[in-house]
């Protein structure tokens, strides 16, 4: 019987600890959630898009719980690096700034800059059309730090308005306080389908062809390797292209 009761304890124990073991395999997503199709919420508030399927497909592969946290995206890096959440999956570009913050994973999708503007217009991106006009783009994003390496607004005579968020943008691309927006060529192939978006049009060629995309986390951090293990999964199983097949009808890889 003393025997048997020792079992109980072991077994107790080894329960306790492996309980332990399961909570601790709980991670924090953070997600922009105003940038569709990629995050954005539905009207339920439920956090939904490409960024947020990639996400969780990739915790079920390293099998963890996973919790989505919203930021805005000025603050998106310094509340990751806040430890507000473990992992960043919002369309994020890789760039050299952001890798002295941060340290990115494989990219998960490749990403384009073109711009968009009224489809009744002659929209050309030289100087003696851009002069005089204004150009929107969201802040802290790759098209915002393009049009500043650029000097845009003293070379080219053309104002800058920086929005928190790209629905802000595509609301004064409506009034007509912009003439025309760039930013993500995926994110605009969306809006362009709506009704919002069905009096604008791509505007020239993408003026960066290979923008890549990646997962954030902190310096030193791991889980880094761990989610490179699961993208390569999801790859591979077929994963990444039914969640890519359920946005667009064409790859983004």
């Not at 991670?27 to 947020?52: C, H, R, T």
């Amino acid at each position: 019987m003393q025997n048997y009761k020792k079992f109980l304890l072991a077994a107790a124990v080894t329960m306790a600890f492996s309980a332990s073991a399961v909570a601790a395999e709980k991670l924090k997503m953070g997600i922009e959630a105003a940038y569709p199709p990629f995050n954005n919420k539905d009207a339920s508030g439920q956090v939904v898009g490409f960024d947020k399927d990639i996400g969780d497909a990739l915790c079920a592969k390293m099998k963890v719980e996973c919790e989505v946290v919203t930021s805005d995206w000025d603050g998106i890096i310094p509340a990751l690096n806040a430890k507000k959440f473990d992992f960043l999956v919002s369309s994020l570009s890789i760039t050299d700034e952001r890798k002295q913050a941060v340290d990115f994973t494989d990219p998960y999708y490749s990403n384009k800059l073109q711009f968009i503007a009224p489809k009744t217009t002659d929209f050309k991106t030289d100087k003696a059309y851009l002069s005089g006009k204004t150009i929107g783009a969201q802040r802290a994003t790759l098209a915002g730090t393009w049009l500043d390496n650029r000097n845009m607004e003293d070379d080219y005579n053309v104002k800058i308005s920086l929005y928190d968020t790209q629905e802000n943008a595509y609301l004064d691309l409506i009034s007509g306080r912009v003439d025309g927006i760039l930013a993500d060529k995926y994110v605009q192939y969306e809006w362009l389908k709506s009704k919002d978006g069905s009096n604008f049009e791509f505007k020239g060629e993408p003026v960066v062809e290979s923008d890549k995309i990646g997962i954030a986390v902190r310096k030193g951090d791991p889980l880094r390797e761990r989610l490179n293990k699961a993208l390569a999964e999801i790859k591979a199983d077929g994963t990444y292209k039914k969640i890519n097949d359920k946005y667009f009808p064409f790859s983004i890889e």
